[in-house]
């Protein structure tokens, strides 16, 4: 009886831990604050991934307007998987195996990938005709 109550105890946290995986993009889409790069990495992979990545985009983007989160799922096969978002779209996505020198090439890689979807971002914000539509219609 314990052991059929251990059992259902663990499919409970199993499927609590997989419905946590999905990401809940509502605080990123708000504007009240901009210009964050939100951390939800998990590992010390991760956060050098992340130490590099958000150094970089503020060195080159010292005025960030844009709201951009590094979410990493560990897996046991590949080290980590990261992926950068912007609102709910991810940007970029690449497994990291453990090495420090990894995360920063990656991390390089990364910013270049945000910085040529911003740009195409914004040209497509300045030049989309919605001169019909409200803004939460256009989505």
Known sequence: MIRKG??????VSFG?????????MKPLES?????????RTV???GE???????RDIYEQYPTLDENI????RPTALSGSIITV?????PIYRTALSPGRRQAEDKSADAVQALQRYLLRW???????????LADSELE
């Open 48 to 54: 050098d991934f992340y130490s590099f990545f958000s």
């Open 85 to 89: 978002f912007h609102f709910s779209t």
């Open 6 to 11: 251990v059992i259902l105890l663990l499919l």
């Open 122 to 132: 914004k040209l497509e914000q300045k030049y989309r005709d919605k001169s019909d």
């Open 16 to 24: 609590l831990y997989a419905e946590d995986d999905g990401i809940d």
């Open 31 to 39: 504007k009240e604050i901009s210009g964050v790069i939100i951390d």
């Open 69 to 72: 989160l590094v979410k990493e």
């Open 43 to 45: 590992t010390r992979l």
